[in-house]
């Protein structure tokens, strides 16, 4: 399906300045983003480097050892647990520290192109383009503001969600 929309020569010189100020105000506002960001940056670093200065290695994760206390440990070791986690809706059941799975929807997913063809005496004509395609997504698509809705309706005949199952959560 394609939609057809003119635009004047002045328009599209509103259009410019437009994008010109936009782009001037996104420059200073990705600088100080920067500098905020980089701020953050060496604080993390200098806390890292704190870190790795003053920390103890625990010889034994299964040992707890009083004079350690308050002081930062490292420790290594295997992770088990004896508990049987499941999901009743998929009758799922194993012995983990945690479940985790997803679901998606194959759907029709609406994409938009736009190009703009150039007229006689400079004013221009945008053309927009909406094509369809069948994709698995993670969340369904509402079909409802597609541009040809009756012919690609999407239907969800069950809505999942997947929550992270994990030893000692209720």
Known sequence: MKKRETKSWGSKLGDGLK???????????????????????VKTADCINEAQRVYVTLPDVNTLNAELDGKLVYAQGNAQTEAVLEDG?????????????????YQWV???????EKQVGG????????????????????????????????????????????????
């Open 110 to 116: 609406e994409s938009k192109s736009t190009r703009e």
């Open 19 to 41: 994008s010109i100020v936009i782009a001037l105000i996104l420059i200073v506002v990705a600088t100080a983003l920067l500098f905020w960001n980089e701020d953050r940056a």
């Open 123 to 170: 004013s221009s004509e945008v053309v927009t383009t909406y094509s369809y395609s069948k994709r698995w997504v993670k969340e369904p698509v509402d079909s409802t503001n597609f541009k040809q809705e009756d012919e690609h309706r999407n239907t969800v005949l069950m809505e999942i969600n997947t929550p992270v199952f994990s030893v000692g959560s209720p």
């Open 89 to 105: 809706r998929f009758n799922i059941q194993k012995n983990a520290l945690s479940l985790r799975y997803s679901a998606e929807y």
